[in-house]
């Protein structure tokens, strides 16, 4: 299913940038473009919106006062050049409060969030383990210059290298320039387990473990000395381990 998206910005050329960077992404489809709040509220009005991306400072009403009105707006990104509204911008919940300029990898650190947003009331509103797992679910990451989508029930483990992260799937290897600590916070925490400074593996594909290893499809991976505590009691476990 795609996801719906409105743009709503009074600069012409901000329009085009955001559009520019949507179009890179796949499942996305624009609704439509609105130069004004009272246009954005005519199309809210009129057909579904999933995620609506908004400037601040545009004609007749700010984008901050527009989204008080709305009484079940979609998910919002706030776009602007200005600082100073962003407390209250996350306090109205929204996604993502965007600096102009935007940055490709910037904006598709906002998108990751959205999905990650949009997952988590998915499994908060599941009503058993097998509701929760969502074979559907995926990220957004960059590499060379080609956006891939990677599927989450794909992933075998995520190794950090230095600048970069390689995230081992079940078809190929991808490699980004990210960090570990980005990564950990795109992917669900209820998933995905950070078991040392170097990897995060999905929980669902350990096979055995020890206590200083984890075994995923035939891998073995080392638990972090600083990671071990918490990585058993991730997978329940209390009673004696091989090498404690």
């Known amino acids: 299913m795609k996801t719906k998206y409105l743009i709503v910005d009074d600069e012409p050329l901000a329009r085009d940038l955001i559009r520019a960077h949507i179009e890179k992404l796949e499942n996305f489809e624009i609704v439509a473009e609105c130069n004004n709040a009272m246009k954005a509220l005519s199309v809210l009005r009129e057909k579904h919106v999933d995620l609506m991306f908004m400037d601040i400072q545009m004609p007749q009403i700010t984008g901050i006062e527009f989204l008080k009105t709305l009484k079940h707006p979609p998910k919002v990104i706030i776009t602007t050049a200005y600082r100073d509204y962003a407390l209250e911008g996350f306090e109205l919940d929204v996604v993502d409060y965007l600096i ?64 970069y992260v390689q995230i081992y799937t079940d078809k190929r290897k991808i490699i980004t320039k990210n960090s570990m600590a980005l990564m950990e916070e795109k992917l669900p925490t209820d998933h995905f387990l950070r078991i040392h400074k170097s990897y995060i593996v999905p929980v669902n594909k350990i096979e055995a473990f020890t206590a200083n290893t984890i075994e995923i499809q035939g891998k073995e991976l080392p638990i972090g000395r600083n990671f071990k505590n918490a990585v058993l009691s991730a997978l329940n476990y209390s009673g004696p381990v091989a090498g404690v």
């Not at 940055?103 to 998915?122: D, H, P």
């Not at 009503?127 to 590499?143: G, L, T």
């Open 100 to 163: 102009k300029p935007i940055t490709f990898e910037r904006f598709l650190k906002s998108v990751n969030k959205f999905y990650q947003m949009n997952l988590e009331a998915i499994q908060g509103n599941a009503s058993s383990p097998a509701e929760k797992a969502n074979d559907e679910s995926f990220i957004y990451v960059k590499e060379n210059k080609k956006v891939i989508k990677i599927y989450l029930s794909e992933i075998r483990y995520v190794e950090g290298l230095s600048e």
